[in-house]
Structure formats: C-alpha cells, structure tokens
C-alpha cells in the first residue's frame, strides 16, 4: 500500500459504494441473501460505523453495535473490496474499533460473529471462540461466535 488509508465515519452518501462492495465479496465471503441484510443495517441498524478511505476511494466498512445497556460491543459488517484483501486493512479497521471501544469505559465484554471465512482472523488477533454453529448464514456459511477479553482496565 503506497497511499495513506483515512478511517471515518459513515456517512448515507457511503451505501452505494459499501453495497458495491458486498456484491463483490459474494459468494466467496458472504451469501447472496446477506446482502439485503446489510442493506437493512445501513438503512436501520448503524451505531458506529466507519469507511477506510484510499486514493478518495472508500475500500472496506466495518461497524460496531452495543447492547441495550451498552456494555457489550458487537464487532458487526466487516467487509474489504476484493482488491484490497490481504493488505492489513481488515487489521486497521478492528484495531480502530477496538480503540473506540476502549475509550467507552462501560462496556465490559467484545464479541464478533462471524463466518469460517474470517474465524482465523480474528482468532489471531485475541478472539476466543464460544461456539459454532453449522450453516447459520445460510448453506456453506457456518456462524464462529467469539469473545474478545483484553480491554484495558480503568
């Protein structure tokens, strides 16, 4: 990468160009039905949301939800154009996130959900698996609920 990546937060203005990049993640990372899925949570469900910027071109979303008590943070939609996988990018983002979730001293627990497709990823990065569920998605995509425990302490 020979470009500096800008991390900010979404705007509406960002779908077209996220739900282009669903499109292109399907079928090897998502499933065709997830897209609708992401659609919805961009229109309804975004708390803290952020774009990865390059050469003023946006190249990966990746969110983060909170319970009702706001004490457990969601890592939620993460997702990197298919020309940009492999390049730490996906690090960037998580490592943002958990930046901010950090700085929020309430919550007390991180969890992701997530597919066979990004378990090792996020395993390498400190995630301890809780349980795994076959298909969940849909067919072929199986669900690797995680825990995240190395929140600093106040």
Known sequence: MNSAIVIRKYKREDKDALLKIMHNNVPKYFAETEIDDYEEYLDNEVQDYYVAIMDEKIIAG???????DKQLAKIS???VDTGYHHQGIGSLLLNHRLEVISAKKNIKSIIVRTSQHAYEFYEKKGFKLLERHINYWAEGFHM???????LQSS
Do not use: C, R, T
Request: glycine share 6%.
């Open 62 to 68: 990746a969110g983060i939800n909170y319970d009702k």
């Open 77 to 79: 939609w993460d997702l």
């Open 144 to 150: 690797y609920k995680m825990s995240y425990s190395k």
